[in-house]
């Protein structure tokens, strides 16, 4: 079994050290970590994968009750994890299938540590397909003058169902900021463009429009902020002079896809960490 | 020896049809051959590479001769060419040495077919490597009070030199509306961003600052516009939280050098062709 | 309402000029096209996109009896096909369900041009998922003493839903040189590695051992040698010194599946020909 | 002003604690670090950088002084460096210059923190490079019978320098197992393949020959195997079917100049670490 201590703090001297012996004392045995301070922002970000002798499991809230010390000393954001928990997302869809069939996909073969709560749509179209992979399908149809009940029903859905993530797939609805600010740190979208080109609507034909030779496709953080939340991965595709803007959306759902699922990964595997505007990723 | 025809018209209906029956005729193999019909402008281009039977060198004045009925019946912009004749182009350089080496090296070795007229520079920094690759050095400096006449040089040497191509290597000064004018078409620039993003002054720390996880280049034809040029080529470079503004810069140079390269590649082996506010690109 | 018409056969002069004459006389409106000559097999490759004038349907029947006699004069092996047209597919899976999902979820959205006529494995894991997309499915268990009855009922199956092609979507049974000589130039298979490196089984942990920077995957014909058909596409991933076989088996996934799709989109768009050991693609 | 510490030994518990701790008390701050253990040779790797209290330099002999301590505790490899300490390189070069040129720019603009020692060479196409730079250049040739003296000049040249790596920029020659066990882990060669496919004589000739649609460069340390040493880094490119093996030739000289410059900034930055048969690059 392996577990996951990650932690971000004001940085100073003296912060692995603590960590490390730590873990040290208690036979933990470091398989992976990585640390990085960002002189921009003076925070310090620290992500330790480790093992334990004999590869015995540990007392998990034991540890985590011990660790608080250390913790409180420099005020550190901080999670500690094994690998057989799952990280609870719940997903928000509209029409489109693809980023939803390639998570759905991920879930059900073990490739995304996750556990998937339920979806949530403004349409129906994708009713199915959750059936098909036996998870709860809801209904949050949205008209401009409901937009705010239909956003207390999201909340409400993330809170009921103990969520630790909402993923928006593909979700082409704008989130209030009174809702992205509940969530800060805690939704993913997946914007088909590589940001900051080409934000807002149609960006594939933006593309085309200005004869772009790659096309991308980002996921980041959801922030108050449309298509400027921290980016946590990117991803481009080379195109041609010869694709319509039809073309070049189909090609784009690839990367939107693959993306997006990267991103998630990191996510549930503790990888990324705000950083201000930005992300630090330990890949 | 290859030859290669090169030409753009309003689209109809027999344009493949009339140039292919001109090489068939004078028995001009088809080695390779590419057309597009762009239904948003409704132009149509054409790129077709021959060789003649048993290799015997063509009269390439009479077939030019020749070709200008089919060209005229259909408004052609047009060239024929043998894979011989060199694109002579002029460079400018400000300060930075990295794209200039890159060209000039694949000059010295027969990888970019051209031949380097000259390179003019507002500095001098880079004087001592054009003798070194034996290219005639232009020092041009320019202040504000004289970029008119400055650029006044610049044009002289373009036209002295006979030139076809204008590359600008990394050159510091933004040329005026008069001078891009002058030069549609036949002035490549290299922008250390991947447009449209980060568009004008210090672009990677732009990208620093909005957190990207991909860093690019882009070559592009100069327009009155700044950086709103026709792009011929892009290419980006996965980068981490970990690099520092000026880390960026020196990844950067790396695909700067490369996409400039290709591009001018591109552009002497007349694979591309301005198409409206975009560029088409056989490759 | 697009046409493809694509073409191979001996090189030599004057081909392109009697298509496209054919073309130019029934008002043939090309908006995309491409050749290529092979020096080292010395065959000639065409691919044509075209239009009608005012867009009405022409007589596909008619056209194929007229085109007959041009495509005799050269001996042609070629296809002339409406975008309407949906190529057949057969596939065979076996318990991996990554690369069907995409196939099926880019059928399901039109995103690939097809009709999945049936699915066959020699398990039962992916049933569910055929229904769903209300596919049949065909149980094809086998031994090393069934193995030429099982590869007969392949056969069968494919004649009897009249596939045009065969797509071996993680299949982990070798077909037998009987079986792919009958499927020759219509039988594509996704090996996962980028070959021709780590041939055969378990390429992922080969690639662990080799100490790889990227993994690779490659979609390619089938033939009678193992992992040596013709490649039609191949894709890489960087990857790093921390991630285990398991961990590249699961990387690997995302290219796999966008490899495999794009080649299939490649062959039923008429865009692969092939060429001695390799394959010609106008991309 | 940064330092580097480095090191690899035997895995087990307590190592990053015992570094930490070390760094903690002298006021060490670490901006960047990471660590592996690989579970399949049971060797655990760590590079940290770190800066000092305001930045006041340290006295780098007293602290290696101290470090011998903790490193003979775990019997460490390990490497204590400033970022002033430029690494002193030998090159070796045949005829072709695109990677010695990139190397020497980069050496020149201060992107590559190295000291180019000298330039060896078989043959005097480079010398005149050499001169630009101002490196010194020794002339090298070499016949069957004279390649065990070649080879030692080779590696004198590499002592009276006191080289710390020895650079094969595209040298055509295969170093004997005499020299290249003394080089271990301090020779890195550009071969213009993506190994292991391609090993050998004429890379970008085998394949063509099989058609790939990808071609790479590897750059890996020198082993008695040729071919078969560790790998540091890999690239690839797209290539199309119409490209003669020449032109992949030309193709690939732009990857194969990337490669090998990166590679060489990835091991005089302490980033790669020799782990059997593989490399472990923190990046």
């Excluded at 996951?4 to 692995?16: K, N, P």
């Excluded at 059936?131 to 949205?142: A, Q, W």
């Excluded at 209030?176 to 800060?184: A, D, I």
């Excluded at 996510?267 to 992300?279: A, I, M, N, P, S």
Aim: glycine letters at 4%; a negative charge.
């Amino acid at each position: 079994m392996r577990y996951t201590l990650s932690l971000s703090c004001a940085d100073r001297v003296g912060i692995v050290a603590k960590v490390a012996n730590f873990l040290a004392e208690r036979d933990g045995f470091i398989v992976e970590s990585a640390q990085y301070g960002d002189p921009s922002t003076s925070r310090f970000f620290m992500r330790t994968v480790f093992t334990t002798k004999d590869d015995h499991p540990l007392d998990l809230k034991a540890w985590k009750e011990a660790f608080k010390e250390t913790a409180g000393l420099f005020e550190m954001d901080w999670k500690l994890k094994s690998n057989l928990e799952k990280t609870k997302i719940l997903i928000l869809v509209s029409k489109a299938s693809h980023c939803l069939n390639t998570l759905l996909n991920q879930y059900a073969t073990g490739t995304l540590n996750v556990d998937v709560a339920a979806v949530g749509s403004n349409h129906l179209d994708l009713e199915d397909m959750c059936k098909f992979y036996k998870i709860p399908f809801h209904y949050l149809p949205i008209t401009q003058a409901t937009k705010p009940l239909q956003e207390s029903k999201i909340f409400e859905l993330f809170q009921s169902y103990d969520a630790d993530l909402l993923v928006l797939a593909r979700y082409m609805q704008i989130l209030s900021p009174e809702l992205t600010q509940k969530l800060q740190g805690k939704a993913i979208n997946i914007h088909h463009s590589f940001l900051p080109s080409f934000k807002g609507a149609k960006p594939y034909h933006q593309a085309y429009e200005r004869g772009v030779k790659l096309i991308g496709a980002t996921a980041h953080y959801v922030s108050d902020d449309l298509d400027e939340g921290p980016i946590i991965e990117q991803e481009v595709l080379r195109v041609d002079h010869n694709e319509t803007p039809e073309e070049l959306v189909a090609s784009g759902r690839d990367i939107e896809s693959v993306v997006l699922a990267r991103a998630v990964k990191y996510h549930v595997e503790d990888r990324v960490f705000l950083d201000g505007r930005k992300t630090v990723v330990f890949k």
